[in-house]
Every structure is written in C-alpha cells, then in structure tokens.
Nanobody, 115 residues
C-alpha cells in the first residue's frame, strides 16, 4: 500500500524559510515523478513543483527562484525547500505521485506565512 506522509510545515514570518519533507512507503520513489501541490483557503489546488525520476524539475512561476524540490532516493524522501516566503504562500502543501492511473496524495502539512 502506497503512503505519502508530509512534515515540516508551520508558522513562519515573511522572508523566512521552511523545508517540507515527504516520506514514502510501499513505493520506490526513484522510479516515479513526484510533486508538491498546495491549496489555499477558497482556492483550487495547484502544482508548486515537480521532479522526474531522472531529476528534472519544474516550478510554478510564482515560486521560481524561491523554492527548490529535491529527492533522496536512498531515503525514499522528497523535499521542498522554501525560501523568501510570502503571505501568499500560505496553504496546505501536499506531496503527490501517480502510479499508472492512480493518484496518491499525502494528508498535507499546513504552511502559514504571517507576521
């Protein structure tokens, strides 16, 4: 059974940093593309960053130059380093992957950027 568990969210001041982690079980992450999505109150879930099995990355325009997605295949982990955080980055952040036609989501971790 595939499980994704996020951690690392919290409250941070504008301009601060957080690193989110996604731990996977029941799957070898090295074989799959992974992504981080976020959902703010009253808004649709949106893709923030993704990384292929080969390590190629893609970012939403709103986070380019501030966020970095990475993976540690040996630890079966995916990370999202978030720098220069802004109030508009406030959202629940979800780890995501897709195996065949099945989507897998973590439970989400809350990130709040506020002074």
């Amino acid at each position: 059974q595939v499980q994704l568990v996020e951690s690392g969210g919290g409250l941070v001041q504008p301009g601060g940093s957080l690193r989110l982690s996604c731990a996977a079980s029941g799957i070898s992450l090295s074989r799959y593309a992974m992504g981080w999505h976020r959902q703010a109150p009253g808004k649709q879930r949106e893709l923030v960053a993704s990384i292929t099995s080969g390590g190629s990355t893609n970012y939403a325009n709103s986070v380019k130059g501030r966020f970095t997605i990475s993976r540690d295949n040996a630890k079966n982990m995916v990370y999202l380093q978030m720098n220069s955080l802004r109030p508009e980055d406030t959202a629940v952040y979800f780890c995501y992957t897709k195996l065949g036609i099945t989507d897998y989501w973590g439970q989400g971790t809350q990130v709040t950027v506020s002074s």
